[in-house]
């Protein structure tokens, strides 16, 4: 499964974003959060558990350091969506990514992004700038 496209949400007074239709199938067990760049990533459990198995492996070989992956453990939460397909956002994620109540959830092929809307649109340009670059230089996207 490659999770695509961009869906505009709210996050409600306790913290909860309703995750899109079209992705809840995929997070109806256990999901991670973590902190990402500039916003929160939403893994499933098997894409978390590769990332994990290989910073491992990484870190055992001298290519990673282990704060990496003592960090990914320290800052990343397990959460269970509800009846309802809602996940909790922790204050602590919702502080690093500067969530309010306009969010964006969009799709980065193996996880979940999920951005504070006026971050979002900041960066928005420039994701269409480098995409559009990308097929300029004939990179095959």
Same mark, same amino acid.
């Given at each position: 499964?490659?999770?695509?496209g961009?869906?505009?949400?709210t996050?409600?007074g306790k913290?909860?974003l309703?995750?899109?239709?079209?992705f809840r199938?995929?997070?109806?067990?256990?999901?991670y959060?973590?902190? %990402?760049?500039? +916003?929160?990533?939403?893994w499933? *459990?098997?894409?978390?558990?590769?990332?994990?198995?290989?910073?491992?492996?990484?870190?055992r070989?001298g *290519?990673t350091?282990?704060?990496?992956l003592?960090?990914l453990?320290?800052?990343?939460?397990?959460?269970?969506? #509800? *009846? $309802?397909?809602r @996940?909790?956002i922790?204050?602590?994620? $919702?502080?690093?990514?500067?969530?309010?109540?306009?969010?964006?959830? +969009?799709?980065a @092929?193996?996880?979940i992004? @999920?951005?504070?809307?006026p971050? %979002? #649109? #900041?960066m928005a #340009?420039?994701?269409?700038?480098?995409?559009?670059?990308?097929?300029? $230089?004939?990179?095959? @996207?």
């Amino acid at each position: 499964m490659a999770f695509v496209g961009t869906y505009d949400h709210t996050l409600d007074g306790k913290g909860r974003l309703v995750l899109p239709a079209k992705f809840r199938s995929h997070f109806a067990d256990t999901a991670y959060l973590s902190p %990402w760049a500039g +916003c929160v990533a939403l893994w499933t *459990a098997e894409r978390f558990e590769v990332m994990v198995r290989r910073l491992e492996t990484e870190v055992r070989a001298g *290519a990673t350091d282990a704060n990496v992956l003592r960090g990914l453990a320290a800052r990343s939460e397990e959460v269970r969506p #509800d *009846a $309802q397909g809602r @996940i909790m956002i922790p204050a602590r994620l $919702q502080s690093f990514a500067k969530l309010e109540r306009d969010l964006v959830v +969009c799709g980065a @092929i193996d996880w979940i992004e @999920i951005w504070n809307a006026p971050s %979002w #649109d #900041d960066m928005a #340009d420039d994701l269409d700038h480098s995409v559009a670059e990308a097929f300029r $230089q004939g990179s095959g @996207i």
